[in-house]
């Protein structure tokens, strides 16, 4: 089974964003389930999306990929397929591009207005490790899921990817390709929260001397 797990709790500045994802998705993978997962945190926790995501996809067979999908950021076809399929055998996450594009408000509209993703105005984001996962259930949960302990906005993926890249011995795969991040208003990172996701992010870089330190830092 494949699902595509969007997590989702509704903004205004977002909404154009995450009807342009869900309607890339009905198109280009069609037999997918589409599935937005909120959590019940007073703050939305987007590490428990993706890990209540990942739950209720499953189904126990080997088969079972999910697409761990940002609410503002498409894919390219061909580069997706290939991830979804290496996902079935890898036993790593698969991310499905090589070089990810924030569009801003100057290539969001000038995709909205009917530009090609491709041809639009853009800032390359370096060292990118988020927007697309895709994966298996078994591949995901094999180093920890992402942790809950991130809320609001900051260093969950950054935490995660350091965490697959230490456990199981190598980063997440990547598939040769290109993802677009749709402009909305920035959320804020700073603050209490913002502060605690960052020492969190501390204890993980601490904890990635070795496999075994960081499974044990992650109770695994």
Same mark, same amino acid.
């Given at each position: 089974?494949? /699902?595509?797990?969007?997590?989702?709790?509704?903004?205004?500045?977002?909404?154009?964003?995450?009807?342009?994802?869900?309607?890339?998705?009905?198109?280009?993978?069609?037999?997918?389930?589409?599935?937005?997962?909120?959590?019940?945190?007073?703050?939305?926790?987007?590490?428990?999306?993706?890990?209540?995501?990942?739950?209720?996809?499953?189904?126990?067979?080997?088969?079972?990929?999910?697409?761990?999908?940002?609410?503002?950021?498409?894919?390219?076809?061909?580069?997706?397929?290939?991830?979804?399929?290496?996902?079935?055998?890898?036993?790593?996450?698969?991310?499905?591009?090589?070089?990810?594009?924030?569009?801003?408000?100057?290539?969001?509209?000038?995709?909205?207005?009917?530009?090609?993703?491709?041809?639009?105005?853009?800032?390359?984001?370096?060292?990118?490790?988020?927007?697309? !996962?895709?994966?298996?259930?078994? /591949?995901?949960?094999?180093?920890?899921?992402? =942790?809950?302990?991130?809320?609001?906005?900051?260093?969950?993926?950054?935490?995660?990817?350091?965490?697959?890249? /230490?456990?199981?011995?190598?980063?997440?795969?990547?598939?040769?390709?290109?993802? !677009?991040?749709?402009?909305?208003?920035?959320?804020?990172?700073?603050?209490?929260?913002?502060?605690?996701?960052?020492?969190?992010? =501390?204890?993980?870089?601490?904890?990635?001397? =070795?496999?075994?330190?960081?499974?044990?830092?992650?109770?695994?």
């Amino acid at each position: 089974m494949l /699902t595509v797990v969007i997590p989702w709790r509704p903004a205004p500045t977002r909404m154009a964003a995450f009807d342009e994802v869900t309607s890339w998705y009905r198109e280009h993978l069609p037999e997918a389930r589409i599935r937005p997962i909120d959590s019940d945190d007073p703050i939305f926790n987007l590490a428990r999306c993706r890990n209540l995501g990942v739950r209720e996809a499953e189904t126990g067979s080997p088969d079972d990929v999910v697409i761990l999908a940002d609410a503002d950021t498409l894919p390219e076809a061909a580069p997706l397929r290939a991830a979804i399929a290496a996902a079935m055998i890898s036993g790593r996450v698969e991310l499905p591009y090589t070089e990810y594009r924030w569009l801003g408000a100057a290539g969001t509209a000038q995709f909205c207005a009917g530009t090609p993703l491709v041809d639009c105005t853009f800032e390359l984001v370096r060292g990118a490790c988020s927007g697309v !996962y895709v994966t298996t259930p078994a /591949t995901w949960w094999s180093s920890g899921g992402q =942790d809950e302990r991130f809320r609001g906005w900051g260093y969950e993926d950054a935490a995660w990817y350091l965490a697959h890249e /230490t456990v199981l011995g190598e980063p997440p795969r990547r598939s040769e390709g290109r993802v !677009y991040a749709l402009h909305h208003q920035a959320e804020v990172r700073a603050g209490v929260q913002y502060d605690a996701n960052a020492a969190l992010m =501390d204890a993980y870089r601490a904890a990635a001397v =070795d496999a075994a330190s960081m499974r044990s830092f992650l109770g695994l």
